[in-house]
């Protein structure tokens, strides 16, 4: 009897659903959250944008100092599609190479953040003792005031540049990353895998960036996306107060600044810059909420 | 008796991320009588606690779909009443015992404080400004409220109520919360209670004093009750009929002792085989696991781990028939199997 | 209590470590702020004269010391650009600041919550959408930016009127309230001035909408995540099986319970008030903390720099312990179980 309906079944369990993939999860998450895809198109656009700057610009020697005053406070028009500034130059390609000014700072930031910070957190979370409590102790007298309030006052002190900027940002960022790791260190400390491998002899070192660093990942991934967004943000209200990159680098937030001089009749100067600002910030943020999604999906 | 609650091809289910239907409840039959007890049997994802949460209308809809059916209590189809009209059946109509007694209240209010808001404001769909203030400025309302909820608290033999007032909920232990949450239940009289399975998360000792807890009560102020278990021992104490449910569907119903001395229904044999038993004989399970809703398609859900499958199960869904006494079976081979208990 | 007291010793070494670390890098500045202050053309002797009495040739412990000893007698010593006591200045700007970021943060909580919980409890796709679309953008808006731009969009003259104030606290011929608070919108109040009450509030209103766009944006997506993570909880499901009225489920017992997330993130905000304040008291001109800073930094003025720094790191950590004890009276968990 039941000869004859083994045959026919699929298992003895009946049948089993089918297991996702990775890339099927972020397919759908993308399909099923337009705005993550939104995302995704905008961080790519200025990602490009910002790479070839320069060949894309229609007048990329305006990205300097250059000055042209038969052309200047000219509204948005056919060839100069954000108009012209107060000394004639073209917004549009300022917009377009203050991408690459605003992208560096964020990158370099989040790079020397991570590769400070992290290590730090792994290292006080997993040796404890009086090296974690120590570093932590930093850690928190850094964090002792708002981020702003700190990066302004660096910058100020150390006087306000392109590589200062980077400087007092990555000093204030790197805290986030090292309580961060600190963190998600502390709670995956216990878990068996871990003490399986310091079972199995593995030196303390080893096992603190081997098996405890692949965990972060994903954690750190959507981190270090919305916090492009913030440092781009940071960095554009330095600029705005002076204390950040100098004119005549075509900054946003300086162009922000100089432009609000001019308002309410060229209004062009101050609303393109701090809209490009936005959406970038807006585009990182929606990306980093969709990773969000896909990672934690997946686990 | 006229039924208290009837529930007729009950049919819920949900749209998965790809699109598909996916059947939870493939048709439920079920029938309530004024002071009945009946036992609702089977494994863990059964349909057990979507049909409990369907009756008592907190269903997630969405993402679940009731997709036909009807839910008769008194006479007037739960499915077709506007919120406010079923909202007002809570409490005086029907209440729950949960499961998670633990996590049953909510942590940051007193005893005492979710007692108050229970009973002054059951039944409502929405409570006013007005409304919510006049009872807690009152003080002999908060007086008369107080002495109820103690009255209420000994009701189910807890010890010291006026003391359990002011506690916080992580402050009882699992017994005395359960104790609290079937003082809750009991708060508006209902006429019915569904208990989704109240002594699981419990010591068995405990498990054992609530299980007797509820009946006395429920005996003696005249209600019914709905008992959700996957405990046949506890069906058997508690229950006048039971139904068997598996993978959606009621597939054997009657009264209890007679479907559990003689089961007609190859499940209800398989679950009763599976009950351990003092004596050296191993354990016997039935082999596999519940089937994915989706693939189930036209016949039984049972012919995989089926020892009396035929070929014949697999081409119709097996309809509840008369076997007898007032006990149905949804077996084609219902009338020819004899199986042992 | 032994818990605030501990908190406290915590903040003190952290002051401590933050005005070391104030100190040194305001020390470490290329250039002689001597020298600036007193121009290009200072002869030698009023070099020597300035920097001997602001102790600068002293040795850099001596003057770590000196510093410390004065700021904990309350003297935050001279502004090297207006040569005026720093504490007189501080005690006029910081009242105003906390007036600003008080509101602001009130603006945000009570815009912030109710759209939070109604994009978390309106199941439809469109409140859905928009709750979202609102917190990004609410939080990648850059503030100095949109301050500016509601400046203008608001306060312009259209259809021949005006319709906010744009710069300052109070109109020039106007005079401010007797001072009780230092707050005017609370002093004209307690003054029963209301026509000065109403004339205040309307410069403080564009302010601290520009503040409270940001942490306005936070609170919503956060309390909207925590609401929908109540909302499968277990007792929801009990009590609105018994019958409780489902407003009294949401409003009393989901959102006391969503709270402490959002609570946290309140601590976080305080940081962003005071910073932002930066950014909006320039573009504002409101007479606070915030713009105080940013004249000094823009001067370098490093008494004042590290004054207002040290301020700040105060306030936070105020802020945060604030909310730390909030934290333990919102949850009776904290309160009653002894870790």
Known sequence: MTDALKSTSVLEDGPVSERVSATRVAIETLRRSPLSLVGLVIVVFVIL???????????PEDAGASVNFAKRLKPPSAEHWFGTDVVGRDVLSRVIIGSQISLTIALFVIVFAVLIGVPLGVIAAYFGGGLGGGIMRINEVFLAIPSLVFVLAVSSLLGPSLPVVIIAISLAWWTWYARLAYGEVLSIKQEQFV???????????????????????????VKVTLDIGYVILLGASLGYLGLGVQPPEPEWGIMVAEGREQLPDAWWLTTF????VFVTVMGFNLLGDGLNDILGARQ | MTALLEVEGLEIGFTDADGAEVTLLRGIDLALREREVIALVGESGCGKSITAKAILGVLAQPPLRIKRGAIRFQGRDLLKLPAAAYHALRGPGFTLVPQHPLSSLNPMFTVEQQFFDLMNYQGRA?????????PRLSATRRRDTRERTIAALREVSLPAPEEILGRYPFQLSGGMSQRVLIAMALLGSPKMVIADEPGTALDVTIESQINDLLRERVEARGMAMIYITHDLGIASELADRVYVMYAGRVVEEGATHEVFNAPRHPYTAGLLKAVPKVSNEPFAGIKGTLPDPKAIGGGCAFRWRCPYATAACEGVVPPLVDVGDGRRAACVRATELTLAA | ?????????????????????????????????VRTALGENARPEQIAQLTQEMGLDRPYPVQYWRMMVGIAKGDFGVSLSTFRPIAGDLAIFLPASIELAILAMGVSILVGVPLGVMTAVRRNKLSDSIGRALAFAGVAVPVFWFALMIQQLLATNWAGMRWLPTVGRIHVDRKAPPEVTGAYLIDSLLAFDFSLFWHVSGFIVLPAVALAVSPMAMILRLLRASMLDEMGKDYVLTARANGMPSNLITYKYMLRNAFSATLTIIGLLFGYFIGGAFIVETVFSWPGIGRYGVRALQLKDFNAIVAVTLIVGLGYAAANTLVTLAYGWLDPRLRLQRK
């Open chain 1, 273 to 276: 810059p701090g809209l490009a």
């Open chain 1, 195 to 221: 003490e399986a491998a310091q079972v199995s002899g593995a030196s303390k070192m080893r096992i603190a960036f081997r098996e405890i660093l692949p965990n972060l990942t994903s954690v750190l991934i």
């Open chain 3, 1 to 33: 209590m032994r818990f605030v007291v501990r908190r406290l010793g915590e903040l003190i070494i952290v002051m401590v470590g933050l005005s070391l670390l104030i100190f040194a890098i305001s020390r470490l500045l290329p250039g002689d702020p």
């Open chain 1, 49 to 59: 944008v910002a790479i070839f700057g320069p060949w894309i610009a229609p007048f």
């Open chain 2, 126 to 134: 929405r409570v006013g400004f007005v409304d919510y203030w006049k």
